[in-house]
């Protein structure tokens, strides 16, 4: 008998029926619920007159919509207002854990899941948000899913599902000095396109991936949605473990022990078979800055915009002509030539501790350029925010001309406030820089947060290793 | 859900690949609470030349003449032909549902994205995944603009032209059956409440922590 892909042990123990097509019923451990996508999931469940299945599996939070200043005067957007405080009522009507506004756990949800434990290995978790992916990083079987399935899983506990296909990227060898997580994962999408994990679920592995954090490990399967898979994962080792002992929601005593023993075995065996394997020399990876309007669009800083008529295929030639259209750049142009108005450091992505400590490392003692209207951190969650202010990171940033906010989406989607305005240009920690992303004709630009820090410095893309 | 019905509908060609979700339905209109009302704003971005906002009368924005929604040709359809990874991104159903309401019933592309894929059999829309070669003729037959339409026959699972062009589709049993029934699958899932609470008891013993509350 052949091995088993970790991804194939979490979906054989999470099975709870099998219909004759492979559909299955699909039992969800954790359900992470945010403003956005349930309130119609709630209102679907007491227009059937249905109760949520296990009020334990559920922690919700408002983060979408939340603005990121001035918080203790409430929501000034009516709209926005109603979404929050209708997450509220849900959660009070239907008896579930939710960390409110003023909560300092509060938070990006797939920031705080991790944070408190929530998330632990073999678990499956859902959420009605595309970058669940996140959580797969602990060994968990991990997924977006739109509203109806949000209100399937609260009814019924359980997902109807057919079994992915099994994609190994292994990243081999060691990265070089300064490419961080995102840059790998850019990489990545580079190689295998936005739709290249289209069907397949992704375990990451290789020597590059298992020596990054469990906050490395959370941003490249935090784009594993971004390469088409609805799930990444990592094989859970001692960095897994490491992380969580201690956390409040995370098993204790004898359990712990136990739990310890089981998550051990979340790995792929030796001799499994993958439907299809990726891999990837670490040591080729350069830092990383996208240039068009779909993630793949990407090219290490030193290279220059491509030339659409230098492309074969039509259809991809119009998609170039477009994007640099809408971006405003030309065939040719030098990335380090590209001048940026605005620069965001958060997101799901990138709003960990590590990637504000790597942020202030490339800020401290240094001032934003001229040229930019606006810096901002936003921490991923109000205990990230403590503690990057604990280490007096909030301070270097605020001395080199950063704004210091609280913790939400913010403009990785620009629901709230936080926002471009038309033709601007943004250096962004977050996920997607498709047409309008971060506001109506705004131009995003994905980087790391140390090269988000160095484009604040210089006004402009650089290598972040160049900054004196 | 309405039961998925055989019809003849208009086809909309949107020759771009990548179509994502924060494209088919911009996120400021994601603050709503309810499942409907999304149609006036689906496409926002490229449909309209001003900026959009909640609450606006969208009757009297400027439109973009030169986007395939607004041309005279394509109204009234409710078949959208698309590229390649249709319906990328975000997970927001609010972007089947703004297809829905402005009056899509099916949509024709290369490939999908997992996500939408799933959203859409939600709310009875159906995706149809044809061939590159396949899509590239219907393209060159619907941007001519002369009322090229197309019969949606689910139950053969066939798109079937006016002069005799017939395109077989795949489709899970499943899902199938439960478009062509017009389904609630929370209801169906319930039936089998027992097996549910079969496995939390096994797992509980196994893994307890999985059971812990907060």
Redesign the interface.
């Given at each position: 008998m052949t091995g088993k892909t970790l991804y194939d042990k979490l979906w054989e123990s999470h099975v709870v029926r099998e219909e004759d097509d492979g559909t299955a019923l699909l039992y969800i451990d954790r359900h992470l619920v945010h403003e956005v996508t349930s309130p119609q999931a709630f209102e679907g469940l007491r227009l059937a007159g249905r109760d949520v299945w296990k009020r334990s599996s559920v922690l919700a939070v408002p983060d979408h919509n939340v603005p990121t200043t001035h918080r203790e005067a409430g929501i000034t957007d009516p709209v926005a207002k109603i979404q929050i405080e209708t997450l509220d009522e849900n959660c009070r009507a239907f008896g579930l854990t939710e960390f409110t506004m003023d909560d300092i756990r509060q938070g990006i949800v797939h920031v705080i899941g991790p944070e408190q434990g929530a998330t632990l290995p073999g678990m499956t978790v859902v959420c009605g948000d595309s970058h669940t992916s996140t959580h797969g990083a602990f060994g968990a079987l991990a997924h977006g899913i739109g509203t109806s399935e949000v209100e399937h899983v609260l009814a019924t506990q359980c997902l109807l599902q057919k079994k992915m296909k099994n994609m190994l990227v292994s990243v081999d060898g060691e990265a070089g000095p300064g490419v961080t997580a995102k840059d790998i994962v850019l990489a990545i999408i580079a190689e295998i396109g936005t739709a290249g994990g289209t069907g397949y679920a992704i375990e990451f592995g290789g020597d590059a991936i298992r020596a990054l954090s469990m906050e490395g490990r959370m941003t490249v399967c935090n784009m594993a949605i971004e390469a088409g898979a609805r799930a990444g994962m990592v094989a859970v080792d001692d960095v897994t473990i490491d992380y969580l002992r201690g956390r409040p929601w995370a098993p204790a005593g004898d359990l712990w022990e136990r739990a310890v023993a089981q998550w051990r075995d979340l790995v792929s065996d030796a001799d499994a078979v993958f439907d299809k394997v990726v891999r990837i020399d670490a040591s080729a990876i350069e830092l990383q800055v996208t240039w068009g309007t779909s993630p793949e669009m990407v090219l290490p800083v030193s290279a220059s915009i491509p030339d659409p008529a230098a492309e074969a295929d039509p259809v991809k030639a119009d998609g170039i002509r477009r994007a640099l259209d809408y971006m405003g750049l030309e065939a040719g142009q030098a990335i380090t030539d590209i001048m940026v108005d605005k620069v965001f450091i958060g997101s799901c992505t990138n709003s960990r501790i590590e990637d504000l400590r790597a942020a202030a490392s490339v800020v401290e003692g240094r001032k934003v350029a001229d040229n930019i209207k606006l810096a901002m951190v936003v921490p991923g969650s109000g205990l990230v925010k403590k503690q990057a202010e604990d280490e007096g990171l909030d301070a270097i940033f605020r001395a080199a001309g950063f704004e210091w906010r609280d913790s939400g989406c913010s403009m990785c989607l620009a629901m709230n406030a936080d926002r471009l305005e038309p033709g601007e240009r943004c250096a962004s920690t977050s996920n997607r820089n498709f047409e309008g992303r971060q506001g109506q004709g705004g131009r995003t630009h994905l980087v790391s947060p140390a090269m988000a820090a160095a484009a604040a410095i210089e006004g402009r893309f650089v290598d972040v290793r160049n900054v004196s | 859900m309405q039961p998925f019905s055989k019809f003849t509908g208009l086809v909309i060609p949107l020759?771009?690949?990548?179509v994502?979700t924060?494209?088919i339905i911009?996120?400021?209109y994601?603050?709503?609470?309810?499942?409907t009302g999304f149609g006036p704003n689906l496409f926002d971005?490229w449909r309209y030349l001003d900026?959009?906002e909640?609450?606006m009368d969208h009757g009297k924005r400027r439109i973009n003449p030169d986007f395939v929604l607004n041309k005279p040709a394509y109204q009234g359809g409710e078949i959208l032909l698309g590229?390649?990874?249709f319906g990328?991104?975000?997970?927001?159903?609010?972007a089947?549902w703004a297809l829905t309401d402005y009056g899509i019933r099916a949509v024709i592309a290369p490939?999908?994205?997992?996500?939408f894929y799933?959203?859409s059999f939600?709310?009875g829309l159906l995706p149809i995944a044809l061939s590159e070669a396949e899509v590239d003729s219907l393209f060159t037959r619907a941007n001519k603009g002369d009322g090229f339409s197309l019969e949606i026959d689910l139950e053969a699972q066939q798109v079937r032209s006016g002069d005799g062009d017939v395109y077989r589709f795949e489709i899970?049993?499943?899902r199938k059956y439960c478009l062509l029934e017009g389904l609630?699958?929370?209801a169906l899932?319930?039936q089998?409440?027992d097996?549910?609470r079969a496995?939390?008891a096994r797992?509980q013993a196994?893994?307890?922590?999985?059971?812990?509350?907060?």
């Open positions: - | 020759d771009r690949a990548n994502d924060d494209a911009p996120k400021q994601l603050k709503s609470i309810k499942r971005d900026p959009g909640p609450g590229r390649e990874n990328c991104g975000s997970s927001r159903e609010h089947v490939s999908f994205a997992d996500i799933n959203n939600k709310n899970d049993p499943f609630d699958d929370i899932t319930l089998h409440a097996d549910i496995y939390e797992r196994e893994a307890p922590w999985l059971f812990a509350t907060h």
